[in-house]
């Protein structure tokens, strides 16, 4: 079995060690914003020279540091489309809106190590001629975001902030926003707007880049509070050294939540790719309660597609001969990394593990996500708003014994017209994602679930009609109320 | 060729590259770049623009072509390729010699995607198609079956695509969301926000456009409801033009609804009297009787807006004490009795004797005719200045419609009104004897009843009663623009047409027709007796008109040199 591997996470959990700056600095604290700021000018064979900034954004594309959000995007491609020439400021925000269901990751870096984040995002901030940056923390974390303000001052007071950082020249500042509580103020584009003092309504791509025209229409990147927090590392270690953890393409380590009907539900640093599901849910996460047998995984958080205990994927893996050769893999022996999860028509998303048993109403489940994702929907765009609800509705209906047959259908017709580049932003996927996996792996229950409610209904009319030997008025079959958004 | 009068009055453009694509099969090079409709700014041309430009229809809510794009309906999805590229950067071709269109697997809405060389648009294919019925399927399964009491029913896009794009059935079983029904949203809008579809465009018409943020949206997801700020009304020189640009029937006009169906509205194109903008407008009528303007697209003049103001200032054509009968004194008489009477005075007036003040509301045709009597009788003339305050999008600070059409005749100078007092004096002294008042009440600006009794001849012509029109020797009995044909110059200069609406009350007849009479009657000159031909001799003989003919002024008219 594989061990953990804790970089991110390597002194948070140790006793004694608190989120003040003596405690960060007696472990080895802003070192690497220290060899960031010194690095020198290089002159590359061809003549040209390269200044530490561009250094270090060529260092991040050499780690493959990917983006630990949700969708896994390259950092040091993300960083090379922002726009240098547009004679506008640069922003840099830190997403630290975690809030996708099952994932609880960035909360263990904001509360107890957020100098290891206010490190990485001054050196990601550096390395892209960032003056000024936002730290975008959620408003369920009223703690997070005061140790983050104070760990700010802490740093201001060192000079790791403000003007001539360390005598360098280089000057940044770094204000915390909080949001009010919504789970679409995590989209990047939703954030920009929100942290513009508006409603969280996600923006068109095209034209609205946030590396182009992005926070007050300024050329804008976006990061995860984990994916600043390994450019730190990054810088410390150096981009090819970084690379060798992890494995190809999925470099790094990685944070996971596991949460649900397991024994010991937490968060488990890992190396990317080394661990399979079936490890981080048996071994680390203690594996599931006795007598129970696995039913369903959420890889993800909850907007990944759901995979079904036993389900089998045919994976590439390069032979010895270095060609591809076809492999079938049962869903627990999915190495846990960006690229064999989306092979598998799912994802890693934000690293949150949600395991259901075999106890679980696999309708009940659905019908909490998607009243989850009715609620969040921003409702800007009409596939979203309508279908976010109308799914919601029907699956409140089928758990409150009013379900029929074709219900299964109807909410596959429904999610069907939702993803796919019809809505504005990835929350189109969000919302449906788990709709059609939900339905379309355990069709068999909801159809069942549905059956046994028709079959109800008709006795309990027969009932009714015999009591009042067809003279009385016919009792009004009520819909349960729908949930109260 | 002697027109030197153009449509627009900015220099010839530079030509504009251009850019190849298909859609839906055809060929057809765009603009490589349109204007932004707020800023004006060139802006890569998008799929819709370009779909238009090869007339095939995009079906769309939110979009506007004169708004900031939100992109949120979605209803303008298309499927698209641009030409595929191989490793070495290079078009890869087909078998034929034609590149090789590579298909995105994703959609991208029509509104705001910039078209790029060589890309095709399938705007019919079944995935399309498929797209544009799941859009109308969310769009109706919470939207209240309102259509028989709906204000917009018969120009309204959700039915409209429905029937178009949508399904016949609903397969929708669950509780519909209820929102706010009659919403008082300002002094002149109610709003239903079952039926708002969303698509803020009123809310970024009042943010861009006006600059009154005062729109927005509360709640989330499918609870979504459009809303004043809590508190606040909605109370914009502008606002009813969110009523015309809402797609549905979410925002009605407190004026007009449920005062007619509008199916069976007659449309007239027209102009607005109330200020020297002269937007351009469409009046709604039945049975002669006006319903509604609306404003009419006129990239010179008005964009696709009017204000509320010169929309609702059409109550008084409909007003049941409109002047009808042709009098003499007290006494009702026949036109032809009136004109030869007048013909008659005004044949021994003096030279000098006679002043005229014509309104700088009459048309420029009328203004024409009256200054030619003018000149007959070497009167002194001018019109009334009328003002308020404007505004920097349209309400001009000049609230008369055709100031410049009186001055461009010589019926007012530059000064408007400078000659008011000489005329008072020149009554007071008797050196004036004979009074031509078209329009205007002159008890209200300067000579009172007692003025008007010292006089001869106080020839009047009027649409209401006033105090003028009471003590009037002869009465004409006029027309509202709507119920006749005439031309505007507006304030920057730009000449345009009116049609008539609704016939002319009781014995009224349009000015222009018994003033042409009249001059011919005293001067014995010869005119025209249609407004196309007098309209063009005018402009024969006007030099800023330049020679610029009726028909060419079309439907948005056409602009000089002022
Ligand atoms: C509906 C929705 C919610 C999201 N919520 C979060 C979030 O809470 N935290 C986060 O870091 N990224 C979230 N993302 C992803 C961000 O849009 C963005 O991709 C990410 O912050 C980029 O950072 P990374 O490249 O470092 O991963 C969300 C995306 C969507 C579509
Ligand atoms: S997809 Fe949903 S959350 Fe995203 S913009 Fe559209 S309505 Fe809002
Ligand atoms: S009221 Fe009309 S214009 Fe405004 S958002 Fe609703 S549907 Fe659109
Ligand atoms: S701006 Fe002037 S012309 Fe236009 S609608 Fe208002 S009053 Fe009429
Ligand atoms: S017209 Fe609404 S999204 Fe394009």
């Known amino acids: 079995m594989p061990e953990e591997f804790r970089l991110i996470l390597k002194y948070a959990d140790q006793p004694g060690y608190t989120p003040d700056m003596e405690c960060y600095l007696r472990h080895g604290g802003y070192e690497a914003l220290k060899k960031a700021l010194a690095i020198q000018p290089k002159t590359l064979p061809d003549g040209k020279t390269m200044s530490g900034p561009e250094q270090i954004r060529e260092d991040v594309k050499v780690s493959g540091l990917r983006g630990r959000g949700g969708a896994g995007f390259s950092c040091g491609l993300k960083w090379s489309f922002v726009d240098r020439k547009s004679g506008k400021p640069i922003y840099l925000i830190c997403n630290a809106d975690e809030s996708e269901p099952g994932t609880f990751k960035d909360r263990q870096i904001l509360h107890k190590d957020p100098h290891q984040m206010i490190e990485g995002m001054i050196i990601s901030c550096f390395a892209n001629d960032v003056k000024l940056a936002y730290i975008y923390i959620r408003g369920e974390f009223p703690e997070g975001a005061r140790i983050l303000n104070r760990a700010l001052k802490e740093a201001r007071e060192k000079n790791f902030l403000g003007k001539n950082i360390l005598g360098s020249g280089y000057d940044l500042e770094i204000h915390v926003h909080r949001g009010a509580g919504a789970y679409i103020c995590g989209e990047e584009t939703g954030l920009i707007e929100s942290l513009e003092g508006k409603r969280a309504y996600p923006r068109i791509k095209p034209p609205y880049f946030p590396a182009i025209l992005g926070l007050y229409m300024c050329p804008t990147i976006v990061n995860n509070v984990e994916t600043l927090c390994h450019v730190k590392h990054v810088v410390m270690m150096g981009g090819a050294e970084y690379a060798k953890i992890g494995t190809p393409n999925n470099t790094g380590t990685r944070i996971v939540s596991v949460s649900g009907q397991v024994k010991k539900p937490g968060y488990y640093e890992v190396e990317v790719g080394k661990a399979t599901m079936g490890q981080l849910i048996n071994d680390f996460a203690g594996g599931l309660f006795e007598g129970r047998k696995l039913k369903a995984v959420i890889p993800g958080g909850s907007s990944a597609k759901v995979f079904k205990a036993g389900e089998k994927f045919k994976l590439k893996k390069k032979g010895p001969d270095g060609k591809d050769i076809e492999h079938e893999v049962d869903m627990l022996d999915l190495p846990y990394d960006f690229d064999s999860l989306m092979a598998a028509g799912s994802m890693s998303g934000s690293g949150a593990i949600i395991v259901m048993d075999d106890s679980t109403d696999i309708v009940e489940a659905l019908a909490n996500l998607s009243e989850f994702y009715a609620h969040e929907s921003c409702g800007q765009c009409t596939p979203c708003r309508e279908g976010s609800l109308w799914m919601s509705k029907t699956l409140h209906r089928m758990t409150h014994g009013q379900g029929r047959k074709q219900d299964a259908d109807y909410l596959l017709k429904i999610a069907d017209n939702i993803p796919g580049g019809r809505t504005i932003c990835a929350f189109g996927e969000a919302c449906s994602w788990p709709v059609q996996s939900f339905v379309g792996k355990f069709k068999d229950e909801f159809i069942a679930k549905g059956e046994a409610d028709e079959a109800k209904g008709e006795a309990d009319e027969a009932k009714r009609a015999a009591a009042s030997s067809g003279a009385g008025p016919t009792a009004e079959l009520k819909i349960a109320a729908s949930p109260n958004h | ?562």
């Open chain 2, 1 to 562: 060729m002697s027109i030197a009068a153009t449509t627009e009055n900015k220099p010839a453009a530079p030509a504009i590259e251009t850019i190849k694509i298909k859609v839906d099969g055809k060929e057809i090079a765009v603009p490589k770049t349109m204007p932004d409709p707020i800023s004006g700014k060139p802006i890569p041309t998008t799929m819709i623009q370009a779909c238009a430009l090869a007339t095939i229809d995009v079906p769309h809510y939110c979009y506007h072509p004169k708004l900031p794009v939100a992109g949120n309906c979605r209803m303008c999805l298309v499927e698209f390729g641009t030409p595929a590229m191989g490793p070495d950067r290079k078009p890869v071709m087909n078998p034929d010699g034609t590149p090789k269109i590579a298909k995105s697997p994703r959609p991208a809405i029509a509104c705001a995607t910039p078209v790029s060389p060589g890309m095709e648009i399938y705007t019919t294919t079944p995935a399309v198609k498929q797209m544009r019925e799941g859009v109308l399927e969310f769009l109706l399964i919470n939207h209240p079956l309102d259509c028989p009491i709906c204000d917009q029913a018969g120009e309204c896009k959700l039915q409209e695509y429905s029937v178009d794009y949508g399904q016949a059935t609903s397969r929708f079983v669950e509780e519909k969301v209820h929102k706010p029904k009659r919403v008082d949203l300002g002094p002149r809008i109610v709003l239903d926000d079952e039926r708002c579809i969303l698509c803020t465009r009123c809310i970024r018409f009042s943010k861009d456009i006006v600059g009154d943020d005062a729109l927005g949206i509360v709640n989330r997801g499918s609870y979504n409801t459009l809303s004043a700020y809590p508190g606040k009304a909605f109370d914009n020189n502008y606002t009813l033009n969110t009523v015309d640009i809402c797609p549905v029937g979410a925002l009605t006009s407190k004026d007009f609804r449920f005062k007619m169906r509008v199916w069976f509205l007659k449309e007239t194109k027209s102009v607005c009297t109330s200020c020297a903008t002269g937007c351009s407008i469409v009046i709604g009528s039945r049975e002669e009787k006006i319903y509604r303007y609306e404003p009419r697209e006129n990239d010179a003049v008005n964009s696709t807006w009017m204000c509320d103001y010169g929309r609702l200032n059409y109550k008084w054509i409909n007003r049941e004490d409109r002047l009808t009968d042709v009098k003499i004194g007290q006494a009702q008489t026949t036109w032809s009795n009136v004109l030869k009477q007048i013909a008659d005075k005004l044949a021994k007036a003096q030279s000098g004797s006679v002043a005229i003040v014509a309104s700088a509301r009459q048309t420029t045709e009328e203004l024409f005719l009256l200054a030619k009597l003018a000149k007959k009788f070497n009167a002194i003339t001018d019109s009334i200045p009328r003002t308020g305050e404007g505004d920097k999008l349209l309400l001009s600070t000049d609230r008369n419609p055709n100031s410049n059409g009186a001055k461009l005749t010589g019926i007012a100078s530059a000064q408007m009104g400078a000659n008011l007092p000489k005329i008072a004096e020149g009554i007071r002294n008797g050196s004036i004897k004979t009074l031509i008042v078209f329009g205007e009440d002159m008890t209200k600006h300067g000579i009172g009843a007692d003025l008007l009794g010292k006089l001869d001849n106080l020839i009047v012509s009027d649409i209401l009663p006033n105090k003028t029109t009471e003590a009037a020797t002869y009465l004409l009995p006029g027309c509202a623009h709507a119920e006749k044909r005439g031309s505007f110059v507006n304030g920057k200069g730009r000449v345009q047409r009116f049609l008539k609406a609704i016939e002319p009350r009781g014995e009224a007849r349009p000015e222009w027709e018994f003033l042409h009479e009249l001059v011919h009657n005293v001067t014995g000159q010869n005119g025209y007796a249609t407004i196309e031909g007098l309209f063009n001799q005018m402009a024969k003989e006007i030099p800023a008109f330049n020679g610029v003919t009726w028909a060419a002024l079309g439907d948005t008219g056409v602009t000089i040199q002022i």
